[in-house]
T-cell receptor
Framework: EAGVTQSPTHLIKTRGQQATLRCSPI?????VYWYQQALGLGLQFLLW???????NRGNFPPRFSGRQFPNYSSELNVNALELEDSALYLC??????????FGDGTRLSIL | RKEVEQDPGPFNVPEGATVAFNCTYS??????FFWYRQDCRKEPKLLMS???SGNEDGRFTAQLNRASQYISLLIRDSKLSDSATYLC?????FGAGTQVVVTP
């Protein structure tokens, strides 16, 4: 069974640009979660999607947004990139109350 | 106040020793708890689920204490490869993680 897949693996952008990160959940999982992890810090919850709807949002500015598609895959969009957005962005998927399973992450670097 | 809190450590543990640490939660409605392990600059990986009756997986034992609102993880006979950050998860939230360093 394929795990959670994220693309791209690495992404390099400059300040002010926009970034799009993608996530495909494990087959059968309906929930997708996005987290940001800056170097040396803990996981910061960004967004939770379930059945195509945004269910919860972390304490991030509106320039962080996303969506979930009918096939349960998801996109995370970050507009007006700032230097402090440099981090590992992790996507996880789950079904109902089952544990989350993570992808390998996208490393976003802002120059 | 965060709903899930952990002692960040680090817990420095001699190889072969036992180490235990807790994760406290404030939302009594939490139903599901899990322990994850995260190696440096890698994604978290599910270690084990936590049940009211406690559960054991090899050298790892997880317990849930609903009355005192905490979950615990105990690692017996620590190996060098157990060095990692251990994250607890409850009610849509991860703790900040507890760092464990096993030394020779």
């Amino acid at each position: 069974e394929a795990g959670v897949t994220q693309s791209p693996t690495h992404l390099i952008k400059t300040r002010g640009q926009q970034a799009t990160l993608r996530c495909s959940p494990i087959s059968g999982h309906t929930s997708v979660y996005w987290y940001q992890q800056a170097l040396g810090l803990g996981l910061q919850f960004l967004l939770w999607y379930d059945e195509g709807e945004e269910r919860n949002r972390g304490n991030f500015p509106p320039r962080f947004s996303g969506r979930q598609f009918p096939n349960y895959s998801s996109e995370l969009n970050v507009n007006a990139l700032e230097l402090e957005d440099s981090a590992l962005y992790l996507c996880a998927s789950s079904f109902f109350n089952q544990p989350q399973h993570f992808g390998d992450g996208t490393r976003l670097s802002i120059l | 106040r965060k709903e899930v809190e952990q002692d960040p450590g680090p817990f420095n543990v001699p190889e072969g020793a036992t180490v235990a640490f807790n994760c406290t939660y404030s939302n009594s409605a939490s139903q599901s708890f899990f322990w994850y392990r995260q190696d440096c600059r890698k994604e978290p990986k599910l270690l084990m689920s936590v049940y009211s009756s406690g559960n054991e997986d090899g050298r790892f034992t997880a317990q849930l204490n609903r009355a005192s609102q905490y979950i615990s993880l105990l690692i017996r006979d620590s190996k060098l490869s157990d060095s990692a950050t251990y994250l607890c998860w409850g009610k849509l939230q991860f703790g900040a993680g507890t760092q464990v360093v096993v030394t020779p």
